[in-house]
């Protein structure tokens, strides 16, 4: 009991920074944000904002048990924390070390995403996140998580999207022919109302199917 309410604490705590760092935000003052994201992920997880690039996906879930769902509220701070922290060292033009933190945060939101632990607008936090983190600094790993993410959400046009984004930056080339190929598949099940609605009616279906299988066939 003692080491749940630890954790519960940790993450009222965490929240708590959170709330004040989207306040400075909102008032324009993005230093004194920033200091607060640093010193808050400092202090209530025990992580040198600096040395987070050593600090993998796999680590940090390790670490603080992050794939469990007890811990999704933890979880969902912590990425929070990463999330401003990246986006502050982009607007102090840092863009180079705001990477890593977004990559770690996406990963994380998938993971939540896709146990349903996301919170109510889970596509609206991702398209926020990647906002601030091109295609090109994606983890390998994201890509299909995000095409899968986008489909369940309906959106299909941003699961398309994301899908020739991995076949730019990858040379795993039949991992993602087969990938592409069970996406187009599960996109014929749908109505044409629901794959207009995702952005995606079905002739332009057809056409994304043609120019990924010739991608894929060079």
Known sequence: MLQQDVLMRQAQQAAQAIAEILMLRQDG??????????????????????????YSYEHLT?????????????????S???????????????????????RLALRLELGLAER???????AGRLRTLLRYLPPSEVPEAAFPALIDFFAREHEFARAENWLFHWL?????????????????????EHSDEELAAGGLPRPEVTEGLRAFEERVAT
Do not use: W
């Not at 603080?64 to 912590?78: Q, Y």
């Not at 990463?82 to 890593?100: I, S, T, V």
């Open 116 to 122: 349903r632990l996301l919170g109510p607008d889970p």
């Open 29 to 54: 003052q993005l230093q004194e944000a920033l200091e607060v994201a640093e010193g808050a992920l400092h202090l209530h997880f025990e992580v040198d904002p600096e040395e987070l690039p050593t």
């Open 62 to 78: 390790e670490r603080f048990a992050f794939e469990r769902d007890e811990h999704a509220d933890r979880a969902l701070s912590f």
């Open 168 to 188: 730019n930056h990858t040379d795993n080339e039949s991992v993602i022919r087969e990938k592409g190929a069970a996406f187009y598949d599960r996109l014929t």
């Open 80 to 102: 929070d924390l990463l999330r401003h922290l990246g986006e502050l060292r982009h607007g102090h033009g840092q863009p180079e070390r705001a990477h890593h933190p977004l």
